[in-house]
C-alpha cells in the first residue's frame, strides 16, 4: 500500500516539475510568424500564407492552437474571419501551415493578429503568445472587361501627329529610356554609353499627347467627408482600365487625386509610360482610401497651376458642382481637352449641370444590390 502510495506521490511529483519546468522554457523558445507568398493580387485572385511555429526548446510542445485573424477584404461578406488549426511539436521541430483564402476587396490588408496558445499536454499549465506580425497584402483593383467608349484610338497615327506632337529640336529638357516606336535619330549617345542602356532626347513641344486621369473623392458641399467604398472601388477600377488602355497605345500618362494615399498624403503619378510606369500605377490605386483630403474645386486648381502644356484629362467623380464646372471649363480655355466621367449609385441623371463637354455615365454597385 504504502509503494502504491509513493508511486503515485512520484509519478504527480514527476508531472509537477515537469510542468514547471515546461512553463519556464518553453514559451520563451517558441518562435511564430507568417509568411505572404505573393505580396500583391488583384480582387477575386487566390492566394496563400504560411503560419510558422518553432520550437527550439528541448522539451516537446503536446498541443498547439494556433488563430489568425484575417482581415476585412479577405472574406466574401467583407468582414474579419479567424481562422484555426491546431498541432503538436517534437523538440527542436517546426511546422508550416497553409492558409488559402481570395482577396476580395480592394486595399491595403495588414496580417497583424496572430495568437499561439500552447500546453504541457497535462492540462497544468498553458501560455497564450501574441505575435505582432507585419506582413501585408495589396490587393490592387481589377481590370473591367466592359467596353469604355473613350476615344483613346483617335490619338494615334497622322490624327495624333497632326494634332498632338509638336516638337521644338531647338529645346531639349531632358532624356528617357529608348522606346521601340523612337527614331534612331533622337538616341543620345552619350547618355546611352553612360547608362548601358538605349536613351532618347526629349524636346519640349506646344502640346502634349498625355493624359492625366482625376479622381475626384469629394463627396459633399461645405464639409470633407469619407466617400462610399464601393464608389472609390469602382473609381479605381476604372481609372486603372483606361490607363492599361493608354498603356497598350504607347500613350504617356499619369493619375492625381485628393483621396488620401496609405494615410499619408493625396496620390498624385508624374506623366510616363512603360509597363513599370503602368505597374506602379496599378500597385498605388490599390491603396488609395476613401477620405478625401481637398475639395474637387482645390483638386482641379492645382492641375491649373501645374500644367501649362495642353493635354487629355479625363475627370472621375460622384459629385457634381457649378465651382467644379467653372474650373473644367477654365482648362478648356486653355487647350486642354476635358472628359468627365461621372459614377452614380441611385439614379442615372440625364446630364450635368454648367457642362456641355463630353460626359460618360457609369454605374456603381451598392452593397447588396446593383443599380438600374
Not at 497615327?157 to 531639349?172: F, I, Q, T
Amino acid at each position: 500500500m504504502i509503494a502504491v502510495i509513493l508511486s503515485i506521490l512520484l509519478l504527480f511529483g514527476g508531472a509537477a516539475l515537469y510542468s514547471t519546468a515546461w512553463l519556464k522554457w518553453v514559451p520563451m523558445k517558441v518562435n511564430s510568424w507568417v509568411e505572404v507568398e505573393e505580396a500583391e493580387k488583384i480582387e477575386g485572385e487566390s492566394t496563400v500564407v504560411w503560419v510558422v511555429v518553432e520550437n527550439h526548446s528541448i522539451l516537446p510542445i503536446p498541443w498547439i492552437n494556433v488563430s489568425l485573424v484575417l482581415p476585412r477584404g479577405m472574406s466574401e461578406d467583407k468582414k474579419e474571419r479567424t481562422v484555426f488549426f491546431s498541432t503538436h511539436l517534437l523538440p527542436r521541430q517546426k511546422v508550416r501551415r497553409k492558409i488559402a483564402f481570395t482577396c476580395y476587396q480592394r486595399g491595403v490588408h495588414r496580417l497583424t493578429s496572430l495568437t499561439v496558445d500552447l500546453s504541457d499536454g497535462l492540462g497544468w499549465k498553458s501560455e497564450r503568445l501574441h505575435i505582432d506580425t507585419i506582413p501585408k497584402i495589396t490587393v490592387k483593383p481589377r481590370l473591367l472587361h466592359t467596353h469604355i467608349p473613350l476615344p483613346l484610338s483617335d490619338w494615334m497615327g497622322e490624327v495624333s501627329v497632326k494634332r498632338w506632337y509638336n516638337e521644338d529640336p531647338a529645346r531639349l529638357y531632358g532624356i528617357r529610356p529608348y522606346q521601340q516606336s523612337d527614331a534612331y535619330t533622337s538616341i543620345h549617345w552619350a547618355a546611352s554609353a553612360r547608362t548601358g542602356e538605349w536613351m532618347v532626347k526629349q524636346w519640349e513641344t506646344t502640346s502634349d499627347a498625355s493624359i492625366t486621369f482625376v479622381i475626384n473623392g469629394q463627396t459633399q458641399t461645405k464639409s470633407i467627408a469619407g466617400v462610399r467604398l464601393e464608389i472609390v472601388d469602382e473609381a479605381c477600377r476604372l481609372v486603372a482600365t483606361l490607363c492599361q488602355q493608354a498603356q497598350h497605345k504607347g500613350l504617356r500618362y499619369g493619375i492625381l487625386t485628393n483621396l488620401m494615399w496609405q494615410g499619408r498624403s493625396v496620390l498624385h503619378t508624374p506623366i510616363g509610360s512603360g509597363e513599370q510606369h503602368y505597374s506602379q500605377i496599378h500597385h498605388l490605386l490599390g491603396g488609395v482610401l476613401p477620405l478625401p483630403l481637398t475639395k474637387g474645386s482645390e483638386l482641379l486648381y492645382k492641375l491649373v497651376s501645374e500644367n501649362n502644356v495642353a493635354q487629355t484629362i479625363f475627370f472621375v467623380t460622384s459629385y457634381w458642382e457649378e465651382e467644379i464646372a467653372s474650373h473644367l471649363h477654365f482648362l478648356r480655355e486653355q487647350g486642354h481637352v476635358v472628359y468627365v466621367l461621372y459614377l452614380y449609385q441611385e439614379n442615372k441623371p440625364s446630364r450635368l449641370p454648367h457642362w456641355d463637354g463630353p460626359l460618360h455615365f457609369y454605374p456603381v454597385e451598392s452593397e447588396g444590390r446593383k443599380t438600374s
